[in-house]
């Protein structure tokens, strides 16, 4: 029960009581209530997600047996989904809203814990809650908020070493390894290292040695990856699949930058404001004082995260959460006017989560979410095993994925260059070792290379776009 009027929720949060989270778990709850009644529709990243777990609980493995630039983690993890959960979607919605929770409350501790404001609050954990309804699809169970989980831990891990009084090897040692962690999940997230560095250089006394143990950190859990890799013979694939094509900068743009102002725009204006607040009326000690410098470069950091990863959608903007609601909390403790701090929160609740749902329903002109939606398939072909030579993969909704060849950027060389023997002898182990029941190729990729196959030119016959298979004779 509330002991306060159930309007009082800035005072409510104010309090320094572990239990106020029940609270915050309730809040969420009725918030995420519209959007477990009627989900959002299938997206493309957890369309992609099904396909990889799909594929590693058919005994494929990342990279030599699944031509995907997925990390090693997500693709393990997205293989326990599928083992659990199978495609269920509200499943994962409710698994995803657990994880929210307690990445929120978790993040509220580290603050109290770390005496970040003048008084003890978990009003951070409100606001981080809070935001995370900007978008629907925030709230999908994806690699990007399970990476965010170990993100949240090396920043609790950067804080002690800011704090001082807690200066210990192991500290630098695992916030390494935490942002490692986070990469074999999203491997944009090794910002967070150049992050880390410069925060460390700027606001600490970290002797070289400290830097060389972060780094070493970070590096035993991809070592540990490769090393693996090495024992099947597959450091080549690893390199060419996940390290290569993450390091490079190109994206895919699953949203337009348009639509992710309007979503945005509610919390930048409540950002501009708190940071001109702190400018103008905060007094700091000395220690919260650089805290709030760190959390501000951290949260440029997270900017640059947005920029480098590999597609672009509301989701991958939750690195930017922690930071604004860091100095949204300030700015809300700063107002002296208790009536005026209870009206302000409520308008940034109300207004984002109206935002929200109503571009979810399409009721907002300037948010369009058709790219990142996978559309209802016009086709009849369902419950068989299918190639798709072209990047539009909604056809896999109904259908499961066959051959290695899943992301279509990566394996589209592949079947450009039928003139390369390396590339014949690809698509015909493809292809001949995990048979698809049809393969759906616009363009007729797969013609010189069945002309050099014989064996799969008898196995598959072309009926418009698509290649079918020929059913075998039953033997008398």
């Not at 990243?45 to 099904?50: A, C, H, T, W």
Request: with cysteine; glycine share 4%; charged share 20%.
């Amino acid at each position: 029960m509330w002991p306060y009027n159930a309007f009082d929720l800035l005072r409510y949060f104010r309090i320094n009581d572990p239990y106020r989270l029940l609270g915050l778990l309730l809040i969420l709850f009725l918030l995420c209530l519209p959007q477990f009644i009627h989900m959002g529709g299938l997206t493309y990243p957890e369309l992609k997600s099904f396909l990889i777990g799909e594929k590693i609980l058919d005994g494929n493995v990342l990279y030599t047996g699944i031509i995907d630039s997925t990390g090693p983690l997500a693709g393990w993890f997205n293989a326990l989904m599928s083992l659990v959960f199978g495609r269920s979607l509200i499943a994962r919605y409710i698994l995803a809203f657990i994880v929210i929770f307690l990445q929120a409350g978790f993040f509220g501790m580290i603050l109290v814990e770390k005496k970040a404001f003048s008084e003890n609050t978990y009003l951070p954990s409100l606001l981080f809650a809070l935001l995370f309804f900007f978008s629907f699809d925030t709230f999908l169970l994806t690699p990007e908020l399970i990476g965010f989980g170990f993100v949240l831990l090396g920043l609790n891990k950067l804080i002690k070493e800011i704090e001082f009084r807690e200066q210990r090897d192991q500290t630098i040692l695992k916030l390494g390894l935490f942002i490692s962690l986070a990469t074999l999940f999203v491997f944009s997230y090794i910002i967070y290292l150049l992050g880390a560095i410069v925060i460390l250089v700027l606001f600490t006394r970290t002797p070289p040695r400290k830097f060389f143990l972060m780094i070493i950190g970070f590096l035993l859990p991809h070592l540990f990856i490769v090393s693996m890799y090495y024992l099947v013979g597959g450091v080549d694939e690893v390199w060419k699949y996940y390290y290569l094509p993450n390091l490079g900068f190109s994206s895919v743009h699953l949203i337009s930058t348009k639509s992710i102002f309007w979503l945005s725009a509610i919390p930048l204006f409540f950002l501009i404001i708190s940071l001109v607040m702190l400018n103008r009326e905060a007094r700091f000690t000395k220690y919260q004082s650089q805290l709030v410098q760190a959390i501000f470069v951290w949260m440029v950091f997270s900017f640059l995260q947005v920029l480098y990863a590999k597609d672009l959608r509301p989701q991958n903007f939750i690195t930017l959460i922690p930071g604004f609601s860091f100095f949204m909390a300030h700015y809300f403790l700063l107002i002296r006017r208790r009536r005026l701090a209870e009206i302000s929160l409520w308008t940034l609740l109300v207004s984002i989560v109206s935002v929200s749902y109503l571009a979810r329903y399409n009721k907002i002109e300037n948010v369009n979410y058709s790219m990142l939606r996978v559309a209802e398939s016009k086709s009849v072909v369902a419950d068989k095993r299918i190639l798709v030579l072209d990047d539009d993969i909604e056809l896999y909704k109904d259908n499961k994925s066959a051959t290695p060849f899943v992301n279509w950027t990566l394996s589209k060389d592949i079947f450009s260059s039928a003139d390369y023997y390396d590339n014949v002898v690809e698509v015909y182990q493809g292809i001949k070792e995990d048979q698809p029941d049809l393969i759906r190729d616009k363009e007729d990729l797969l013609r010189p290379f069945l002309a050099r196959i014989p064996e799969l030119k008898k196995m598959y016959v072309r009926k418009g776009i698509y290649y079918e298979k020929v059913k075998s004779k039953p033997s008398n």
